[in-house]
């Protein structure tokens, strides 16, 4: 549990090398993003109250067992007038290490942004 939001706990527990492997995850909301930080960690299984289409796709692709309560085309960003930039960082990628690499830049970028 954590009070980071989006995939920002996910990220820290990778960065902290936790052995995450075998383990089940839940969120509210898993996009492509999450799902490729998922398959990076070795999680074995996933609940997302609303999963994205391509999140499906990357949990589907590397047979990880998952349910939902709900699908959406893609996830929405937070004002709701766009994609999520974590999901458009990880548009074109499709290796876990290639995604975790890009979150982590596009993370630390927005977070460099806050207060400007």
Do not use: H
Not at 47 to 72: F, H, M, N, Q, T
Not at 103 to 116: C, D, K, V, W
């Amino acid at each position: 549990m954590s009070d980071l939001r989006g995939i920002a706990p996910m990220l820290s527990l990778i960065g902290e090398g936790k052995d995450l492997r075998g383990w089940s995850a839940a969120d509210v909301v898993v996009g492509k993003a999450a799902a490729l930080l998922f398959v990076y960690a070795g999680i074995a299984e996933v609940y997302a109250g609303v999963l994205s289409d391509k999140g499906a796709a990357v949990l589907e692709e590397r047979g990880i067992p998952y349910s939902c309560g709900g699908r959406a085309p893609y996830i929405v960003n937070r004002q709701g007038d766009g994609v999520c930039p974590m999901e458009r960082a990880v548009e074109k990628i499709f290796d876990p290490a290639e995604a975790l690499s890009a979150l982590q830049t596009r993370l630390a970028e927005l977070r460099g942004g806050q207060g400007r």
